[in-house]
């Protein structure tokens, strides 16, 4: 798959993947270079669902912050 990227720097995720991926607007995506190679990372939005849930599991709040920063949870 292709896309192009526009005069103001900007370009479309394609349908196929938001579709397979479930991206919504308001999902963020993390850009990663190595060695002139660029990785995206999806990153969806936290909804008060997945918020309580994180509160009710109980445990350690630091790690489990540091997780759900991190997408694992």
Not at 16 to 23: D, P, S, V, Y
Not at 53 to 61: C, K, L, P, T
Request: net charge positive.
């Amino acid at each position: 798959m292709k896309t192009k990227i526009s005069k103001g720097f900007q370009t479309v995720v394609p349908g196929e993947i938001r579709k397979k991926l479930g991206l919504e607007p308001g999902d963020s995506l993390e850009w990663q270079e190595k060695g002139g190679i660029v990785t995206v990372k999806p990153r969806k939005r936290r909804t008060l669902k997945d918020i309580t849930g994180i509160i009710s599991v109980g445990g350690d709040a630091v790690a489990s912050k540091r997780k759900a920063q991190r997408g694992e949870l």
